[in-house]
């Protein structure tokens, strides 16, 4: 992977060379940090993402990890036809202790699909994409995020992807932009390599437990307001998952605002489960992001989960800094605490460098 991201770096100056000798074909776009390589002959762009995260939690050692390295793919087709993938390397390269280890290292499929534009503006994906629940899951790439950890809520109950088919679209509701996501998933029976979807992702947490889904239906809706200030969100679920094995329905609220001296958001979902003897999961968190100066963002967030495997509440309060270095660069740090929180999302220090291509 390092070396592939050594040759996309290298085409952005190698492309327009070859162009000036004839090969017009695969001449590029001026590439901008954060946009990608695009190919306008070709209809193709590349691009993706990398951190580097620094996690000094209790109870663990201190560690400096090379957590993703992520390659994006986007082919159009024709003029209603578009192919995407997210290929992601996980855990490459960790250093605590003296020691350097990759055994834990990965390579999972994170997104692979196609799209296809109807005649009505109606887009159909078909393959693995993330799970439309809340705003957090659809836009989780680390440099778009503002934490280095991500809240429980968005992993603790649900799996992150999905692989199926979905309809998604934008229609006019009451004169305003009402979003949706609506899908169905098998991915029992077409995602035959079962990548994890760790149900507690944090670094240091419980990673015992899988969220990947057997099947599941659901649907998203957000609904923008006041020149696109206010987002309000709702989504829905009913699905099984394979540990443990048990039918689920969930349904989650969220909502997004900007002012003008301060940012407000939130997300709150319920699960409820088809086995008595597991019990409802519920919870939610609500982050502020202010501006102190250019480019230069404090970040609080505080989150209440109430989780049934295993079953306790769970209170994580965060501050943070995150600073915009320049478009596509991004630096973090990151205080953690809480109250009965080192199995799910232990307290500590944490930084992160995180970089788009």
């Known amino acids: 992977m390092i070396a592939a991201w050594l040759v996309l770096i290298a085409l952005a100056g190698i492309c327009p060379a070859r162009a000036a000798s004839g090969d017009a074909a695969w001449q590029t776009q001026p590439y901008q940090l954060g946009q990608g390589l695009y190919f306008p002959q070709q209809r193709l762009r590349i691009g993706g993402y990398a951190n580097l995260h620094y996690y000094d939690v209790r109870d663990h ?3 400096l990890a090379v957590n993703d390295l992520s390659l994006f793919l986007t082919k159009d087709i024709g003029t209603r036809w578009k192919l995407f993938t997210e290929v992601e390397a996980s855990n490459v390269l960790a250093a605590n202790g003296g020691q350097s280890t990759r055994r834990d290292a990965d390579i999972d499929v994170e997104r692979l699909y196609v799209d296809y534009l109807t005649h009505q503006g109606i887009t159909l994906r078909f393959g693995k994409f993330l799970t ?43 004169h305003h932009d009402l979003d949706y996501w609506l899908f169905a998933d098998d991915s029992k029976s077409l995602e035959p390599a079962r990548n994890r979807d760790l149900a507690y992702d944090a670094f240091g947490a419980d990673s015992s437990l899988r969220n990947n889904f057997q099947h599941a239906v659901g649907g998203r809706v957000l609904y923008h307001m006041l020149d696109d200030r206010l987002s309000v969100g709702a989504s829905y679920l009913d699905y099984a998952i394979r540990q443990p094995n048990q039918r689920y329905r969930l349904v989650g609220l969220d909502f997004s605002w900007s002012g003008e001296h301060f940012n407000l958001s939130g997300e709150g979902i ?11 999961e519920y919870g939610g968190f609500l982050q502020t992001e202010i501006p102190l100066a250019q480019r230069l963002y404090l970040v609080g967030r505080y989150e209440h989960y109430r989780s049934s495997i295993p079953p306790q509440s769970t ?27 080192t199995r799910l999302s232990p307290s500590g220090w944490l930084a992160a460098v995180a970089v788009l291509f």
């Open 270 to 280: 319920h699960r409820t489960s088809a086995g008595a003897d597991v019990p409802a």
């Open 315 to 341: 209170t994580v309060r965060i501050v943070a800094l995150n600073f915009h270095l320049q478009p596509g660069i991004v630096l973090k740090l990151e205080r953690r605490d809480g109250a009965n929180n």
């Open 132 to 174: 439309p629940v809340g705003q957090w899951n659809l836009i989780h790439a680390d440099p778009l995020v503002w934490t280095v950890s991500r809240p429980l809520v968005t992993t603790a109950a649900f799996s992150e992807h999905a692989t199926g088919a979905m309809m998604l679209g934008t229609v006019t509701f009451l």
């Open 61 to 63: 050692r201190t560690t």
